[in-house]
């Protein structure tokens, strides 16, 4: 696979995917939607999220900038982010079962990410 968005597409045609998954969602730049004035230290970044229709907070990562709703609200902006320090500074906001991490939401190929699972990718690379 290319990409990971080449591979979260293939996903459901070959689930043997899954084994190269972690290595490819650490590797990855996301765009993530941020509170504007926040995004200078990542330490400091204030990650907006949305209750999902399950009652679990999600926090929204994409793929591509051509995912990101055009018209985002006054204070909101969208970063690129990746990387060790990304994944390891997300871990103090998705919480398992409250809130936890989307990536390409509302997309066929989207997939939502739990605190282990980030732990696991983490741990891994």
């Known amino acids: 696979m290319s990409s990971l968005l080449d591979m979260l597409t293939g996903l459901r045609k070959d689930p043997t995917l899954?084994?190269?998954?972690?290595?490819?969602?650490?590797?990855?730049?996301?765009?993530?939607l941020v509170r504007k004035g926040t995004e200078h230290s990542l330490s400091a970044t204030e990650f907006l999220t949305y209750n999902a229709k399950d009652g679990i907070?999600?926090?929204?990562?994409?793929?591509?900038?051509?995912?990101?709703?055009?018209?985002?609200?006054h204070q909101t902006m969208a970063i690129q982010l990746g990387g060790r320090l990304f994944w390891t500074r997300l871990l103090d906001v998705?919480?398992?079962?409250?809130?936890?991490?989307?990536?390409d939401p509302g997309q066929p190929h989207g997939i939502r990410l739990t605190k282990e699972m980030i732990l696991g990718m983490i741990a891994t690379h």
């Open 94 to 103: 998705v919480e398992t079962g409250k809130c936890e991490v989307a990536i």
């Open 18 to 32: 899954v084994a190269q998954l972690y290595g490819q969602l650490f590797d990855a730049k996301y765009f993530s």
């Open 57 to 73: 907070k999600e926090l929204p990562l994409f793929t591509a900038d051509k995912f990101i709703i055009s018209n985002l609200p």
